[in-house]
C-alpha cells in the first residue's frame, strides 16, 4: 500500500533524518518510535505534505506522490483539529459533513462516553476528554490508511483499550496504520526507531 524510500526531511535547514525507507502494506501496523525530538511528528507531517523541506519517494497503491496529502488517509496530529468554540456534535459533523447522519455522530460521542457533554463546547473539557473527541472522530471515519500521533497520550485504560479494539477493527476491515510513540506496543506489525537512523 505504501513505499517510502530514502525520505529526507529538514526543519529551518536543520537535517531531522535521511535515508528513512518503510513498506506498509494493506491491515498492517507500523509504529515509528524513538525518544523527544527524535523526528516521530516530523515524519508523519511529511508524509502528509505539511512540512515542504522533504526529499525521497513516497509510493501509494503503485502511484508516486510527492505526499499523502491528497489521497484518502485520516491525518490526526497533536493538535486534533478541534474547535474549542464548538460542541463536541459541531466538531464531529463538521469534520464528516458530507455523510454523517445525526444518530451515528451522538453513537460516537455515547461510544466515548461523552454522550451528556455533546452539545458543551469544546473548550469546557478537560484534556482526557478532548482526546476522546478524537477517538470519536476515529471512530466515524472510514479510510484505507490512517496517520495518528501518539494515539495512546492522556487517556485513561477504558479509552486506550477502546482505540486499540478499533485499530485492530479496522485493519480486519482492510486498512493500514502508522503510529508513533515512544515504545512499540501489541498492535505493531512492524517498528521503525528513529534512534537507531
Known sequence: MLEVSNLECR???????QNLSFILGRKETIEIIGSNGSGKTTLLKALV????????????????LKSLF????FYQ?????IKN????????????????RTEL????????????????????LSVGQFRKVAIAKLI?????????DEPFTALDDS???????????????????????????DLADKTLNLDEL
Do not use: W
Open 11 to 17: 526543519l529551518s535547514g536543520r537535517l531531522v533524518f
Open 49 to 64: 505534505g505539511l512540512i515542504p523541506e522533504t526529499n525521497g519517494d513516497i509510493k501509494y497503491n503503485g502511484s508516486i
Open 70 to 73: 491528497y489521497s484518502q488517509c
Open 77 to 81: 496530529g497533536h493538535l486534533l483539529a
Open 85 to 100: 468554540s464548538l460542541t463536541i456534535f459541531e466538531n464531529l459533523k463538521l469534520s464528516f459533513p458530507e455523510y454523517l
Open 105 to 124: 455522530v451522538n453513537d460516537a460521542i455515547d461510544k466515548v462516553g461523552l454522550i451528556s457533554y455533546a452539545n458543551r463546547p469544546c473548550a469546557d
Open 140 to 148: 466515524l471515519c472510514k479510510r484505507p490508511l490512517y496517520l495518528i
Open 159 to 185: 479509552s486506550i483499550s477502546l482505540v486499540s479494539n478499533l485499530i485492530m477493527d479496522k485493519k480486519s476491515n482492510g486498512s493500514s496504520f502508522i503510529l508513533t510513540g515512544h515504545r512499540g506496543s
